[in-house]
């Protein structure tokens, strides 16, 4: 029987995703029924119902008839033919909640939880979305917001319960090329006997996320019961998050922030502190590299990013500790994964790049002391003895090969490409500056990270002498025809600066 003020319409089913929950209806047909782009219409098939955004179109359907696309289709059990019971419903509750925040109100626990129960539900469209992030943009989130934010987005997903105690985390802001302190500081951690479920994401728009990098060594993609099982057997794991349902309503959240190249600092510190609550980490170091050409150039923007972290890690009951570190050039020497993969087993086995052994140790060090597992001041000397003494080397074999990697792998195992093209000084002088988004920009051209082999490997650091002819750094590829390309770009490009003897000339 059909509900009164329903209509009844035959599925026109189109083999498309489109993430959300759409319909398409007749031009005229909507009009006809008082609907516009954007209502909302309840769905019903036999027992199954959904709640969907109305398209319409004069030509993709004809009167009587209602488009489907897969995801409505599927969630339905819809079937070409098949007919809909079609009827309006209220908008989203969230509306208003967005139109509050974007005329400068205070959003409670509740109001923010809607909304994020909302986008995981699909109720809201991609306008809405957008609105909702551009509304904390201009707006933005005061701490207790954030906290709500936070809590609501680790609510959208699982959490994981490793059932025992301490956990402990560590996070990088980014921006930095060749920055793999992650994949040093967990074997590190684990050999000490702390757990530490480290969660990792891939390339946005780096040579290289640590799950890539990763990913050259052993397998990152798991269900969490089985992220669980490596983690209680080994102490660690290094695993890609967007393979698991942790902070599911994130990943949402960041697609609309990459697409408006809007990066609101509430919604940045309860992405990142919701994927530590998530993984329920009760000890956190974060790493916030500051300097020209990292994601964050201003050391007042990285202060007050710090402290931000440490009061909203506070209101959740998270302990946090926050490091500025240099961020003015790349740490190691490969940028790219397999390159960085060969890095990071130089430095287990003691003979690494000295910069990145370093910055690991410095952070695993505070992460020992933060948790308590050694006295204050002793942290550095405690994670030097354990990289020294080859047990961080034996412990990261340990998670390799409970990650369904090669626990034997050496360096000289990890293929890089076979085109490779050295860059020279064409001056003599001293090294100014290294530039990251240049060299990251040659590496992702050479082919990184989707060619795992692919990158750049520096033989400079800043301050080095360099005379005419020395290599500045080698561009890797698997093709040659991207080999032409990185080259052809860092002829354009000036990723390598020498020191000015004169600045200007004074008039």
């Known amino acids: 029987m059909v509900e009164k003020g329903s209509y009844v319409l035959k599925a026109r089913t189109f083999d498309i995703e489109t993430?959300?929950?759409?319909?398409?209806?007749?031009?005229?047909?909507?009009?006809?029924m008082d609907?516009?782009?954007?209502?909302?219409?309840?769905?019903?098939n036999g027992e199954k119902r959904c709640t969907a955004i109305v398209d319409s179109s004069d030509t993709l359907v004809k009167r009587g008839e209602i488009g489907l696309f897969s995801d409505t289709s599927c969630g339905i059990g819809a079937k070409r033919g098949d007919m809909i019971e079609v009827s309006i419903t209220s908008n989203p509750a969230s509306i208003e909640i967005i139109k509050k925040k974007m005329d400068g109100g205070s959003l409670g626990d509740e109001e923010i939880k809607t909304v994020i129960d909302e986008i995981m539900e699909n109720k809201l469209s991609e306008t809405e979305l957008a609105s909702f992030v551009t509304s904390l943009y201009i707006r933005g989130?005061?701490?207790?917001?954030?906290?709500?934010?936070?809590?609501?987005?680790?609510?959208?997903?699982?959490?994981?319960?490793?059932g025992v105690h301490p956990v402990v985390d560590k996070h990088c802001s980014g921006g930095v090329a060749g920055n793999r302190t992650t994949m040093i500081l967990v074997p590190i951690i684990a050999a000490a006997g702390l757990y530490i479920p480290k969660t990792s994401a891939r390339s946005i728009t780096s040579p290289a996320g640590t799950a890539d990098t990763m990913e050259v060594l052993a397998p990152v993609t798991f269900k969490l019961d089985e992220m669980k099982n490596v983690v209680l057997k080994t102490h660690g794991c290094i695993v890609w998050g967007g393979a698991m349902d942790l902070a599911a309503a994130d990943d949402k959240l960041i697609r609309i922030r990459n697409s408006m190249r809007l990066d609101p600092k509430g919604v940045l510190l309860a992405s990142i502190l919701a994927k530590k609550k998530s993984v329920g980490a009760e000890y956190v170091v974060i790493d916030i590299p500051v300097g020209r050409g990292a994601k964050i150039e201003d050391t007042r923007i990285a202060n007050g990013l710090a402290k931000d972290f440490l009061e909203i890690g506070k209101k959740l009951n998270m302990k946090v500790e926050c490091y500025i570190t240099v961020g003015n050039g790349p740490i190691g020497n490969g940028i790219g994964p397999a390159l960085e993969a060969r890095d990071v087993l130089r430095v287990l086995q003691g003979d690494g790049p000295a910069d990145l052994t370093e910055k690991s140790l410095v952070l695993a060090g505070a992460l020992l002391e933060l948790c308590g597992k050694v006295e204050k001041g002793k942290g550095y000397a405690v994670a030097t003895d354990i990289l020294k003494s080859g047990k961080a080397l034996e412990k990261m074999r340990e998670i390799i090969e409970a990650q369904g990697g090669n626990p034997k792998v050496k360096v000289d195992d990890i293929p890089i490409g076979n085109f490779k093209a050295e860059v020279k000084s064409e001056k003599e002088g001293r090294i100014h500056h290294v530039d990251n988004r240049i060299i990251s920009r040659i590496a992702r051209t050479a082919g990184a990270p989707k060619s795992k082999g692919a990158g750049v490997y520096m033989h400079v650091k800043q301050g080095?002498?360099?005379?005419?002819?020395?290599?500045?750094?080698?561009?890797?590829?698997e093709s040659e025809t991207k080999l032409t390309m990185a080259l052809e770009l860092s002829r354009t490009m000036e990723a390598v600066e020498m020191q000015k003897v004169i600045l200007e000339k004074y008039e």
């Open 19 to 32: 993430g959300k929950d759409i319909v398409v209806l007749n031009e005229d047909e909507a009009h006809d």
């Open 464 to 477: 080095d002498k360099v005379k005419v002819g020395d290599v500045l750094f080698d561009i890797i590829a």
């Open 141 to 162: 989130l005061s701490n207790d917001e954030t906290v709500y934010l936070t809590n609501a987005i680790v609510g959208s997903g699982s959490i994981l319960d490793l």
């Open 35 to 44: 609907m516009i782009i954007g209502d909302r219409v309840s769905l019903k």
